[in-house]
């Protein structure tokens, strides 16, 4: 390999932007991060139910966060928060609804939050704002 192709390769691996489906990703992980350093505990990541998939289940002080996940590389299209529709809104309220009932949660207090993370065009986090019971 020559030496042209090996910059080629370093840069496109720490420069390029990343696509719409790694900032998720991206986003989804700094999230669990942050709620795992306040003393959150994640029972789980990217669950699918019927109704639709719940990004972060977390739980602290007996409290169950389910959790909507928003990344924006700019706000060209709205903010993080302002993506978050109302059509979304009930489709994570019945897919919270799902859980809790699959989950014997009736008797817990749960809360719906929206964690915004705005990155850069490499994926580094420029602010992350969490946002408990969002709706």
Request: charged letters at 35%; zero cysteines; a positive charge.
């Amino acid at each position: 390999m020559g030496l042209l192709t090996q910059l080629w390769r370093w840069w496109m691996e720490r420069f390029r932007p990343l696509s719409a489906s790694e900032r998720g990703r991206r986003a989804e992980r700094e999230a669990a991060l942050y709620l795992r350093r306040r003393g959150y505990r994640i029972l789980a990541q990217n669950l699918r139910t019927p109704f639709g998939e719940i990004d972060l289940v977390a739980e602290k002080d007996e409290v169950i966060a389910i959790t909507e996940v928003k990344a924006r590389s700019s706000e060209e299209f709205g903010t993080p928060i302002e993506a978050l529709r109302p059509r979304q809104q009930q489709r994570l309220r019945r897919a919270g609804e799902w859980l809790i009932a699959r989950k014997g949660w009736q008797g817990k207090t749960v809360r719906f939050d929206l964690i915004a993370v705005d990155l850069d065009e490499q994926g580094n986090v420029v602010r992350l704002e969490h946002i408990p019971d969002a709706f």
